[in-house]
Antibody
Framework: QVQLVQSGSELKKPGASVKVSCQAS????????MNWVRQAPGQGLEWMGW????????TYAQGFAGRFVFSLDTSVSTAYLQITSLQAEDTAVYFC????????????????WGRGTLVTVSS | QTVVTQEPSLTVSPGGTVTLTCASS?????????PNWFQQKPGQAPRSLIY???TKHSWTPARFSGSLLGDKAVLTLSGVLPEDEADYYC?????????FGGGTKLTVL
């Protein structure tokens, strides 16, 4: 069965970096896009962008270009989200979600999600 | 800055029917926005209910349906159960970018 297993919670100081992983299993990794979604404490969902797992080409939502980097290691079916120069406002749960359908156009849906990784930024 | 707007909260009685809406600041929501709807319960990951306006997953209960109504996307729950109490989010497509609505907290009371 399809599973997305995310790395554990992280506690980081402001200015540090963090790398969140999302390991996929149960399907051929490079045939479905991987999306990233942020949820700050008590807040709603924010779509951060997605990465084409076949080409490695990332697409970032407005506000997530620069300090946020999507990457892949296809040899271990894993997608990564790296955040640099962490700020307190980056404290959130970060979800990965598989993009099914045609994600290069609009017909994309998100049937499988990781459980989320809590990143806490505090001095 | 595009904004996707949902009702912040709604209350429905068990067995009742409720309609959640999803509006876009850019104008009418259309099929080309490929509306998605998600349910999220506390401490859990979101769960996809509806995609491409009205298409259900195999796991989507029959009481949930999605459509366009006027200039909005809507999620309708008919015969609401207590377990439907949750936050609901819509997601719209904007030519490469996607944006979530602020979410609707649905209370079943």
């Amino acid at each position: 069965q399809v599973q997305l297993v995310q790395s554990g919670s992280e506690l980081k100081k402001p200015g540090a970096s963090v790398k969140v992983s999302c390991q996929a299993s149960g399907y051929r990794f490079n045939t479905f896009a991987m999306n990233w979604v942020r949820q700050a404490p008590g807040q709603g969902l924010e779509w951060m962008g997605w990465i084409n797992t076949d080409t490695g080409n990332p697409t970032y939502a407005q506000g997530f270009a620069g300090r946020f980097v999507f990457s892949l290691d296809t040899s271990v079916s894993t997608a990564y989200l790296q955040i640099t120069s962490l700020q307190a406002e980056d404290t959130a749960v970060y979800f990965c979600a598989r993009g099914d359908g045609s994600c290069t156009s609009g017909s994309c849906f998100y049937g499988y999600w990781g459980r989320g990784t809590l990143v806490t930024v505090s001095s | 800055q595009t904004v996707v707007t949902q009702e912040p909260s709604l209350t429905v009685s068990p067995g009742g029917t409720v309609t959640l809406t999803c509006a876009s600041s850019t104008g009418a929501v259309t099929l080309g926005h490929y509306p998605n709807w998600f349910q999220q319960k506390p401490g859990q990951a979101p769960r996809s209910l509806i995609y491409s306006t009205g298409t259900k997953h195999s796991w989507t209960p029959a009481r949930f349906s999605g459509s366009l109504l006027g200039d909005k996307a809507v999620l309708t729950l008919s015969g609401v159960l207590p377990e439907d109490e949750a936050d609901y989010y819509c997601l719209l497509y904007y030519g490469g970018a996607r944006m979530f609505g602020g979410g609707t907290k649905l209370t079943v009371l």
